[in-house]
Nanobody, 121 residues
Framework: QVQLVESGGGLVQPGGSLRLSCAAS????????MGWYRQAPGKQRELVAT???????NYADSVKGRFTISRDNAKNTVFLQMNSLKPEDTSLYCC???????????????WGQGTQVTVSS
């Protein structure tokens, strides 16, 4: 069993900031990648940002320069600092991890339930 606990979403005015957190626990040996994805009503889910265990990052073009992803490997936690938020950032933000359950074991994706971010005046 794996649990992902996401937090930090909410309502913010355009230009404001939010910081999302996602803490993973349970039957995890190691996590190679952690990331954030978002899905607005009626739209496809899209990648926001990912980060590997070595710290390599990848961002969607729409968030580059505004969002920063980071992680605490000791706590299996990933963060997403979102600045200069725009109404088009409004979405359900979901955390995903790519992990294994034991040394040498297979790798799996696991998704969180998501946290809502609404950017509106």
């Amino acid at each position: 069993q794996v649990q992902l606990v996401e937090s930090g979403g909410g309502l913010v005015q355009p230009g404001g900031s939010l910081r999302l957190s996602c803490a993973a626990s349970g039957s995890i040996f190691s996590i190679y990648a952690m990331g954030w994805y978002r899905q607005a009503p009626g739209k496809q889910r899209e990648l926001v940002a990912t980060i590997t265990s070595s710290g390599s990052t990848n961002y969607a073009d729409s968030v580059k320069g505004r969002f920063t992803i980071s992680r605490d490997n000791a706590k299996n936690t990933v963060f997403l600092q979102m600045n200069s938020l725009k109404p088009e950032d409004t979405s359900l933000y979901c955390c995903k991890i790519f992990y294994n359950r034991y040394n040498g074991g297979g790798w799996y994706d696991y998704w969180g339930q998501g946290t809502q971010v609404t950017v509106s005046s």
